[in-house]
């Protein structure tokens, strides 16, 4: 009964190739996020979707595209991957209204993801 | 904008000894601050969480943390460490839109537990 789950957890790929990354949450939140850690451990927010609409943009390069086809999916697309795209990505949701757990974001296993 | 630092990229305790990790954090509203605990090869799971009501947050695992508006801070502690305590911790301040929560992190501190 995984909350936040994404899928592939270990990706290697080539430079050049175009990879996908999916996230799903059954917490019934209604803002999912996707966040880069870099090979220094260091967490950023990359974008942020409520109820499939785009609320954050973190000056990502135009290769990543992210895709809501509802407020429980999030989807990471990445077009021509470059070595520097390697890293660990993490999927998150919360519900920012909610009075009980608004600002606790609750993130998924993460996805390796090697370019060589 | 908001931020946090944490103090001492690596920390290394025995077991049975005090744990202390330390973040100080910048913000320009009351802030909301967490403490993630990230094992190796896995996700980040919320170890606790302050948002405004009482100042000692007790988490999960025996950890425990106090918000000092005074001095800005938000440092964690445990009694006594365990092996099984050996992670990256991170520190986070949260900035709430009302319809996304954008988590700022500190750079981590990997603790160390020896025999």
């Known amino acids: 009964d995984t909350a936040v789950s994404q899928t592939p957890k270990y990706l290697v790929t080539q430079m050049g190739n175009d990879k996908s990354i999916k996230c799903e949450q059954n917490l019934g939140h209604d803002t999912m996020y996707w966040y880069k850690q870099d090979s220094k451990k260091f967490l950023k927010i990359m974008f942020s979707?409520?109820?499939?609409?785009?609320?954050i943009n973190e000056t990502v390069p135009n290769r990543f595209s992210p895709k809501s086809p509802d407020k429980a999916h999030l989807n990471l697309h990445i077009n021509s991957l470059e070595l520097g795209d390697s890293a660990v990505y993490f999927c998150?949701?919360?519900?920012?209204?909610?009075?009980?757990?608004?600002?606790?974001?609750?993130f998924g296993e993460g996805s390796w993801l090697t370019v060589v | 904008a908001q931020s946090v630092t944490q103090l001492g990229s690596h920390v290394s305790v025995s077991e049975g000894a005090l744990v202390l990790l330390r973040c100080n954090y910048s913000s320009s509203v009351p802030p909301y601050l967490f403490w993630y605990v990230q094992y190796p090869n896995q996700g980040l799971q919320l170890l606790l969480k302050?948002?405004?009501?009482?100042?000692l947050v007790k988490g999960i695992n025996g950890f425990e943390a106090e918000f000092k508006k005074s001095e800005t801070s938000f440092h964690l502690t445990k009694p006594s460490a365990h092996m099984s305590d050996a992670a990256e911790y991170f520190c986070?301040?949260?900035?709430?839109?009302?319809?996304?929560?954008?988590?700022?992190f500190g750079t981590g501190t990997r603790l160390q537990v020896t025999l």
């Open positions: 986070a301040v949260s900035d709430n839109t009302g319809t996304a929560s954008k988590l700022t």
């Open positions: 302050y948002t405004s009501a009482a100042t």
């Open positions: 998150a949701s919360s519900s920012p209204r909610s009075s009980i757990s608004g600002n606790t974001i609750y």
């Open positions: 979707y409520n109820n499939k609409e785009l609320i």
